[in-house]
């Protein structure tokens, strides 16, 4: 039994915990592990309420959960949003950035300047903000940050330039922030998934010419041969807010081996695969 009483399985008991774009997907799956583990959580989306889910994870007895409307593109709203979580709860132990948006195949013929600049205000410069305004906080708690990246800004991928951009720098962002803040003892790390089956997956995978397909290819492309769970990321976000505490400007690959071995290369036969 672990001191004061506690289960051993709440691993983040009394911390304050920030997770943006927490009402579904990833998020919604990381904002429940930590509630589960004993942490005060305020969680955002863009969406007027999340009333229903605030009022289910406040019911499990363990830890609280509070939701915010914040659009993480307006820095106002991110101003707002730091500001409700230490009026309520007197401090920041950890940030966790997941709000983002994988869109639809962009062909760069067919994009333009304004569509790269709108997703890289919600992927990159919103994960920014949110850092930059909860920093001060984190300094004084000597806490840490953990970045949603993806596999695709290390590995590319097909058709989809803009949001691979945003992920690759958001990894390289990671790394530069975890430099400068190690002199406050503030940890800033990431993960990045491969393909993890969320409603963004299957909503894309609707929109395709051939669903199935384009999910049996999305299961194949791990060296494990099916998709990851949100839980999964959850759990790895988790271990590096609870346990990684030796652990800064790391980036973990939660990928089921994608990266690894060869594989049909050939553009015109290959299948197209989304990445979170």
Not at 65 to 72: K, L
Not at 161 to 188: F, H, L, W
Not at 234 to 247: K, Q
Request: aromatic residues 6%; contains cysteine; proline residues 3%.
């Amino acid at each position: 039994m672990a001191s004061g009483g506690l289960k051993p399985s709440l691993r983040y008991h009394k911390k304050v915990v920030i997770v943006t774009g927490g009402t579904k997907g990833i998020g919604e799956a990381i904002v429940r592990v930590f509630v589960n583990n004993g942490a005060s959580v305020v969680f955002c989306s863009k969406e007027e309420t999340a009333s229903d889910l605030e009022a289910e994870l406040n019911s499990c007895g363990t830890g609280a959960a509070i939701y915010v409307s914040c659009d993480v593109t307006k820095e106002e709203e991110i101003k707002r949003l730091i500001d409700v979580t230490v009026k309520t709860y007197g401090k920041i132990d950890c940030l966790i950035n997941n709000a983002g948006w994988h869109p639809p195949e962009q062909i760069i013929d067919n994009t333009s300047a304004q569509d790269f600049q709108d997703l890289l205000n919600l992927n990159l410069i919103g994960y920014f903000l949110t850092a930059k305004y909860a920093l001060p906080h984190l300094r004084k708690t000597q806490g840490n940050i953990i970045n949603i990246s993806s596999l695709v800004g290390i590995i590319g991928q097909k058709h989809a330039i803009p949001y691979v951009a945003t992920k690759g720098a958001v990894t390289a962002m990671t790394k530069a922030m975890a430099i400068d803040e190690s002199q406050y003892n503030v940890r800033v790390n990431s993960i990045c998934p491969g393909n993890v089956w969320t409603p963004l997956w299957e909503e894309l995978s609707r929109h395709s010419s051939d669903p199935n397909a384009m999910i049996l290819g999305g299961k194949d492309a791990q060296l494990l041969g099916r998709m990851g769970t949100t839980e999964e990321c959850a759990n790895a976000v988790l271990f590096l807010a609870a346990e990684g505490t030796f652990c800064t400007g790391i980036d973990i690959l939660l990928t089921g081996g994608a990266e690894l071995n060869y594989a049909n290369k050939n553009q015109q036969e290959a299948r197209s695969s989304i990445y979170h």
